[in-house]
């Protein structure tokens, strides 16, 4: 499963470059993920609610920036999708957009906890 929702290249990437401290230093990561996208979530959610498109623009970008780093590209891409759809004034395609979103960070999560370091 991780496999399709994570980009392994990217992953073993991170490994090399982070050396010895690879398996605590990338735990500590996707969990500053977990809590820092749990939180972009919320406030999407909410920014929906009151039909504020600019934070929810926002929001997205920023969870595109760190799930890509990460080399969660599924769930990059659906950011990029509601930021773009955000920007455009895309009220509807932005909530549309909602439950993918959520799903694919969900989806993101459980796979980076299938990881073997």
């Known amino acids: 499963m991780s496999q399709d929702i994570?980009?392994?290249?990217?992953?073993?990437?991170?490994?090399?470059v982070m050396g010895d401290d690879a398996a605590e230093v990338i735990t500590d990561l996707i969990?500053?993920?977990?809590?820092s996208g749990t939180a972009q979530l919320k406030t999407i959610k909410q920014a929906l609610v009151?039909?504020?498109?600019?934070?929810?623009?926002f929001r997205a970008?920023?969870?595109?920036?760190?799930?890509?780093n990460m080399g969660a590209?599924?769930?990059s891409e659906t950011c990029f999708e509601m930021e773009e759809r955000a920007a455009s004034?895309?009220?509807?395609?932005a909530r549309a957009l909602q439950d993918t979103l959520f799903r694919d960070f969900?989806?993101?999560?459980?796979?980076?906890?299938?990881i073997e370091f």
Do not use: C, W, Y
Request: charged share 35%.
């Open 6 to 16: 994570l980009d392994m290249e990217k992953i073993e990437q991170l490994k090399i």
């Open 31 to 35: 969990n500053t993920l977990l809590e």
């Open 50 to 57: 009151e039909e504020d498109l600019e934070t929810v623009r």
């Open 61 to 68: 970008h920023t969870l595109k920036g760190s799930s890509g």
């Open 73 to 75: 590209p599924v769930l």
């Open 89 to 93: 004034g895309d009220l509807r395609g």
């Open 106 to 114: 969900e989806q993101a999560m459980i796979a980076f906890k299938e």
